[in-house]
């Protein structure tokens, strides 16, 4: 009897062995005809991708800072797409983009996460700023985006440095502004004529999300220009792809890199989730954006 346990338990472990690599031969699973949240669909396919239809009030952009990426956030790409789709503008000079790189200049990691408290982030610079669940905030996090800036620029045309600046706050050299604009206009250009298409599953938006008990929201992970431009363009939703590794969950939050380290005390650190959660922006980004008195992207 003993025997034909091992037997049937080996069995059993070879089949999910068997099923689990079948899974991912087949990519990712589309679940947007019978599942609408993402905590769900990872649950119930975990290890294979899962693709769900997300509302774009439930999506966070900017990485660090967390933009909503709609109209009414006043996210800059989002009111930027608005005002040429409007014909207010033609490129960046004028552009709301323009004037979001010319307000938002956070100087300290302090600034960039919004805990103008925490002496460690005062120390180190806007760009050495990290969402405490990902990475310790310090040069490593700097040397990271250097690598990634050099590789994005050069897929577009010119080969920028971070000295050029970085996408999401200024402030930025004009060769990244016109790259910036460039690429916002292109995608906007393409899905306006075209529709929403991508070629693969995996070419899909990816999502990062962040869980508190059944409570969620999706920050985009990469395809920074996508997203807003949908919401330019009327779309309420967008299909994003998600894995069970590229998830923070707010009870682990003893376990993030930033808290276990030292570098965050819990409650700085959550401050930081909540605040991503709500759609909140940094201290430092709700006072100087939007510009008193402007009305980007309305009539």
Same mark, same amino acid.
């Given at each position: ?13 070879? +089949?999910?062995? &068997?099923? %689990? =690599?079948?899974?991912?031969?087949? *990519? $990712? ?7 609408? !949240? ?106 990271? +985006?250097?690598? &990634?800036? %050099? =590789?994005?620029?050069?897929?577009? *045309? $010119? ?7 970085? !996408? ?106 909540? +605040? ?24």
């Amino acid at each position: 009897m003993a025997f034909m346990t091992r037997l049937q338990s080996a069995a059993s472990y070879r +089949r999910r062995l &068997l099923a %689990a =690599s079948f899974d991912r031969l087949l *990519g $990712p699973k589309d679940c947007r005809r019978f599942e609408d !949240n993402p905590l769900r669909a990872v649950r119930r396919y975990k290890g294979r991708g899962e693709i769900v239809e997300v509302p774009l009030q439930k999506c966070r952009t900017f990485g660090v800072i967390g933009f909503p990426p709609t109209p009414q956030s006043c996210h800059p790409y989002v009111l930027t797409a608005m005002d040429y789709l409007a014909g207010r503008l033609s490129g960046y000079a004028g552009s709301p983009l323009e004037a979001y790189y010319e307000s938002v200049q956070p100087r300290t990691a302090a600034d960039l996460l919004g805990l103008p408290g925490v002496a460690a982030l005062q120390q180190s610079e806007a760009l050495e700023g990290e969402l405490p669940w990902i990475s310790v905030s310090g040069p490593e996090v700097k040397k990271k +985006r250097e690598k &990634l800036m %050099a =590789s994005d620029s050069g897929e577009f *045309g $010119p080969s920028l440095t971070l000295d050029d600046g970085w !996408n999401f706050i200024g402030p930025v050299s004009p060769a990244k502004a016109e790259l910036e604009i460039q690429r916002i206009l292109a995608v906007l250009g393409s899905i306006a004529k075209e529709g929403y298409r991508v070629r693969t599953p995996l070419d899909h938006v990816w999502g990062f999300l962040l869980r508190d008990g059944e409570e969620y929201v999706a920050i985009i992970w990469g395809s920074e220009h996508r997203v807003p431009v949908l919401a330019a363009l009327g779309y309420e939703s967008v299909p994003l792809l998600f894995f069970p590794h590229r998830m923070a969950d707010r009870c682990n939050v003893d376990a993030w890199p930033a808290v276990r380290t030292g570098m965050l005390r819990r409650e700085d650190a959550l401050q930081v989730f909540d +605040r991503i959660m709500k759609g909140d922006l940094p201290e430092h980004v709700r006072t100087v954006w939007p510009p008193r008195g402007e009305a980007f992207g309305r009539e």
